[in-house]
């Protein structure tokens, strides 16, 4: 079982960044592919990015190829996201979470999620 926090959301304005983060605990870090999901008001929750357990294999929604960047190390126990270039539509919740799938992209299969981070963009 993993337990992950996220960290590093808040307000910015459009063309800023923001590195989000995430610290997870439990045993075997390692063996789960971590995604970062978000959800906007009234919209439904999408993948944003994975990373598959062994750092090796990675995933972006098209909206954010280019502008995002997910990275693990599993020594330290964490999942970033760096956010780059960031837009007013990229406002959402964002949340972590863990599978324990080698590398997923369906919502379904993470079993362990975070309370999630807010992050604004301004125009």
């Known amino acids: 079982q993993v337990h992950v ?3 590093g959301g808040g307000l910015v ?5 923001l590195r989000l983060s995430c610290a997870a ?6 063996n789960y592919a971590m995604g970062w999901f978000r959800q906007a008001p009234g919209k439904e929750r999408e993948l944003v990015a994975a990373i598959s ?3 090796a294999t990675t995933y972006y929604v098209d909206s954010v190829k280019g502008r995002f960047t997910i990275s ?5 126990n964490t999942v970033l996201l760096q956010m780059n270039s960031l837009k007013p539509e990229d406002t959402a919740v964002y949340y972590c979470a863990a599978s324990i799938a080698p590398m997923t992209i369906h919502g379904d299969s993470y079993a362990y999620w975070g309370q999630g981070t807010q992050v604004t963009v301004s125009s």
């Open 5 to 7: 926090v996220e960290s």
């Open 13 to 17: 304005q459009a063309g800023g960044s």
């Open 25 to 30: 605990s439990g045993r075997a870090f390692s």
């Open 53 to 55: 357990w062994s750092g």
């Open 72 to 76: 693990r190390d599993n020594a330290k």
